[in-house]
Structures are given as C-alpha cells and as structure tokens.
C-alpha cells in the first residue's frame, strides 16, 4: 500500500527472511511484503517471507546462515527453535574479487596532530605505562599507577596523557616455549615498543617462570630512558618496590611531557576494527559503517586491523575473494583449519559464538553473526594475515588471529601497532583499551539514547533514513581523524581502558 510504513527489511533480493524494524505483533502487516506476522516478532529478529521446508537453506545478504530445522510457515519467527547450525558453507575462492580502488594522491591525504616519537613511530596518546611480567606483580603496578590519579601529581606535565598499570593474571605456572608464554611475550613486547607510550616500567616478582631479562631478550628491546624494569625481589618488597617504581616512573614522566603534537599524514593511523554486543543491526548500519571509514583510511595509505577468527567463519569468502595473494589466503584458511580443530571438544563447537546478548538481539548462529562481523573490513584488498600480537609488515587491511572475545582480541590488536580502536556495538558494550583511544558506535538510536554517556556515533542514524552508509561512513573517518588528534572518547572519560587489558592464553596451567 502506498504511503505504509516499512516493517520489515529484506537485505537482499531473494534473501527468505526480513528483518523487524520494530516490535511486530502476531497478526500485524510484513509491510512491503504480502503476509501477516504468525507470532509476535521481536525488534531485529528475523521473520520468514517465504515458507521453507524442513534442510530448507535461510539466506541473508545472499549468504547461507543456517538450515531450517522444521517447516517454518511464512510470517513466522526465524531464530535458535528453528534455524539450525551448519559448518561453514562458504566458497573458498582466492582473489576473484580485488578491489582496484586508487590510493589519494599524496597531496590531498588528510592529516591529524600527531606525536611523532624519535624514532619517527606516531602516537595518538601520550602515556607512561607500568606492565607486569606476572601477576604476583600486579599489586605494585597499580599502587606505582594509582600515585599519579591526583591530578596535582600530574600537573607538572602538561600533555602527558596519565600513567596506566596494565596487568594480567599469567606468567608463571607456563612452560617456556609454549604457545601461551610466546603469546604473553610477545604481547607485552607490543606494549614495550607501542608509540602511546612514551615510557614503560616493567616490575615483576623475581622468581616467575616469565622472566623480565628473557622477555627483553626475546622480544629485542633495550633498556634506557623509555623502558625500565623493576623487580621486587631485588628492590626490598613491596613498600620499597613501589616507592622506588614511582620515581622511575617521574623520570619517564619528565620526558614525556616534552612531546609536542605536529600535522602528520593519516597513513600513520594504525585501527583496530572491533564489536561487541552485536545485534541484527551490527551488519546493517554501525559495521557497513565503519567500514566505509575503513576504505577512506586504507585509500588514505592507513592500516586497519580486522579480527576474531572465531567470528568470520561462514563468511570467509569475503575475505578471501579480495586476498593478494594466494599465500594470504592460505594463511587465513589455515586459521579456520586451526579453530575448526580447537574446538571440536567444545559442547557447540564454532556456534557456541554468537553470545546470550547477541541472540537476544536477533543473531541465531555464528554464520549470521560473521556476515555482520566482515564488514567493518569494508571492500578493500586483504593484503595480510598475522597471528595474535604479531607486528605488522605490511599497510591496508590486516587480519591477526584471536579469539572472539572483545577485550583479548583488541588487546592483540594494540600489541601488533594500533594507535586507535574503533567499537561497534548493538546491545551497548562499556569497553576502552589504553593506551589506545576506543571510538564506540551504536547500531541503533534506541540504545544509542538509552547509552548516550558511553556511545560516540549513532550509526542508527542509518536505518532512521537520516544518512546513508557512505555518509555515516566519512562521519566515522573523521571522527578517526579527531580522536586521533586528541579530542577524548566516551570510555576515556569515563575510565576505561586498564581492566580490558588480556592476553590470549591458548596452553593448560602446570
């Protein structure tokens, strides 16, 4: 009918559900499409257009989500009674796809205040970090750390950012050389070297498996004016270990405030693409997004970092179809190969991703959810694939294996080299990741109003027809731009950004 207002929007041409646009009451009209909804149907869920027969294929965005368990009726509810999972069933053609979108002439690549550190690394932040070799550790990281929240304490150095005690609950009871302890390794290694930093002390106990002076060996850093280290055994205990790390750290804290932010080239903005509490909508407005944003930066000469292995699976062609080389998708079907097999003893293998959040927000299996999950990635070349904290080699879109979980994966994320964190979320996930900034984007304008103190950009914007996604698109990319420049985000104002801090631990404890 003329003039009706859309209730339920279908993704895809021959896509056989729709998507609520709002709460839909059983017998209410599937405007634009023929049909009454047979139950009631929650906000996101999704709704059958068409009858499907029982192994009947459900498709949206064209791509397979799972197989129908039962007959389902057109107009019915399409979720977790209904919709089983299946295995990936996604191509793996490699390359048929690349993108051949032009990099900006040099000339008209944007730029943004920088702090560009001696050895030419650009920050975003200008932290003094206090890192753990374990976690008997941790106690004294937070005291160095909570000495400098006065902020009379901090006042002697203006434009230092704060000092920020990162710790964890590992480096001991693991066996050296096992994946875990490479991992811890080389994740504290990332944060060592990481440009928001402009110093870092380490402190650990004395007598950890994790040890202060392998760790500097292995990971090729070098102690001097911007790292030091601490060890508690050594220094006298606790008392005497934290005095001793706060004047370490007043050292550190009298040349951080000798940086100065200068214009540097968008190129030097390294993202890490995250999302959490995803709901139908993450796919739809927030992801595409960002996305866009991504494909502005990457033209731009910048670096984005897509993970969460766990969460692109059944959605793999879409990375693999714009890999540069068949190595590169090798690389990335070797990580499936390898979650596939790490969770084969779990009780719903791959599908025990999507979340409790994420099905209430209308996501039924881990396929559905990746298809959502891919798109932060935008339409660019994929041009490599890394393990967790690996340092990058190359620019353009990145992919670095991790788990799903958010706080690990960006962890991973800042450890291989992102200054900025970009957070997509449906449900509303409160997360910050220091020393690097977390833009936080909603999907919806109803949970962007109810979390308005923890939400920078409403992407909801998008399904309310008040902006298309390549608007939103360059709205994200400048807000990128702005945060980068120092202009504070919602979790940084509101303290987050220390506890989020978890390395991927993969090995049992001995």
Same mark, same amino acid.
């Given at each position: +009918? ?10 895809k ?17 599937l ?9 009631? *149907? ?19 965005? %064209? ?23 299946? #295995? $990936? ?19 008209? *690549?944007? $730029?943004?205040?920088?702090?560009v550190?001696?050895d ?11 890192? =753990? ?32 005690a990162?710790?964890?609950? @590992?480096?001991?009871s ?7 302890? @490479? ?7 990332g944060?060592? &070297?990481?440009?928001n ?18 760790? *500097?060996?292995?990971? !090729?850093?070098?102690?001097g ?9 050594? #220094?006298?205990?606790?008392? =005497? ?7 370490l750290?007043?050292? +550190? ?6 940086a ?10 390294? /993202? ?10 993450s ?40 890999a540069?080389?068949?190595? /590169? ?10 979650w596939?097999?790490?969770? &084969?003893?779990?009780? !719903? ?15 039924? #299996? *881990?396929?559905?959810?990746s ?13 490599d694939?890394?393990?967790?904290? !690996? ?12 788990p ?23 449900? %509303? @996930? ?6 690097s ?5 909603a999907?919806?304008?109803? +949970? ?19 902006? $298309?996604?390549?608007? +939103? ?15 504070? #985000?919602?979790?940084?104002?509101l ?16």
């Amino acid at each position: +009918m003329a003039g009706q207002v859309a209730a339920v929007l279908q993704l895809k041409p021959g896509d056989e559900v729709g998507i609520a646009l709002r709460d839909l009451h059983a017998g209410e009209a599937l405007a634009p499409f023929p049909g009454v909804a047979a139950t009631d *149907i929650p906000f996101g869920h999704k709704v059958a257009l068409v009858e499907l027969r029982p192994g009947a294929a459900v498709h949206r965005f %064209g791509q397979p989500i799972g197989l129908a368990r039962q007959a389902i009726a057109a107009g019915a509810h399409v979720h977790l009674h209904n919709l089983g999972f299946e #295995t $990936s069933m996604a191509g793996h053609a490699i390359g048929t796809r690349l993108s051949n979108a032009p990099l900006r002439p040099k000339a008209e *690549i944007p $730029s943004f205040d920088g702090i560009v550190r001696v050895d030419g690394r650009v920050a975003t932040r200008n932290y003094v970090g206090v890192l =753990t070799s374990v976690n008997c550790s941790s106690l004294v990281a937070r005291m160095i750390a909570d000495h400098f929240r006065d902020p009379l304490r901090l006042a002697p150095y203006p434009g230092v950012d704060g000092v920020v005690a990162l710790t964890h609950k @590992s480096g001991c009871s693991v066996a050296d050389g096992s994946m875990s302890m @490479s991992m811890l390794r080389r994740t504290l290694g990332g944060y060592a &070297r990481h440009p928001n930093f402009a110093g870092v002390l380490l402190v650990g106990l004395g007598c950890e498996d994790n040890q202060i002076d392998q760790l *500097i060996d292995e990971e !090729q850093l070098e102690l001097g004016d911007e790292l030091n280290k601490l060890v508690m055994q050594e #220094t006298g205990g606790t008392r =005497t270990s934290i005095g001793r790390g706060i004047e370490l750290v007043e050292a +550190m804290l009298e040349r951080a405030a000798q940086a100065k932010r200068q214009p540097v080239p968008v190129s030097e903005i390294i /993202v890490g693409l995250q999302c959490g509490g995803s709901d139908s909508f993450s796919g739809i407005s927030a992801n595409p997004a960002l996305g866009a944003a991504v494909d502005r930066l990457v033209a731009s000469g910048g670096t984005a970092i897509l993970a969460e292995t766990p969460e692109i699976y059944g959605a793999e062609n879409l990375l693999l179809e714009r890999a540069v080389t068949k190595d /590169v998708g090798e690389k990335l079907l070797g990580l499936l190969d390898w979650w596939e097999d790490y969770t &084969r003893n779990e009780p !719903q293998g791959f599908d025990n991703n999507p979340s409790p959040g994420n099905k209430a927000g209308g996501l039924t #299996t *881990i396929l559905e959810k990746s298809l959502g999950a891919v798109a932060k990635g935008g339409t660019t070349n994929l041009t490599d694939v890394i393990g967790y904290a !690996q340092p990058l080699a190359t620019r353009g879109l990145v992919f670095m294996d991790s788990p799903g979980f958010d706080p690990m994966s960006a962890t991973g994320q800042v450890a291989s080299g992102a200054n900025l964190i970009a957070f997509t979320t449906g449900r %509303g @996930s409160c997360f910050g990741c220091r020393p690097s900034p977390s833009i936080k984007l909603a999907t919806n304008t109803a +949970m962007f109003r109810r979390m308005e103190e923890d939400m920078d950009i409403n992407c909801g914007a998008i399904l309310d027809d008040e902006a $298309s996604i390549d608007e +939103m698109g360059e709205l994200v990319f400048r807000e990128m731009i702005a945060t980068a420049s120092g202009k504070p #985000t919602k979790s940084e104002l509101l303290g987050y950004g220390e506890d989020e801090f978890a390395p991927w631990h993969v090995n049992a404890w001995l």
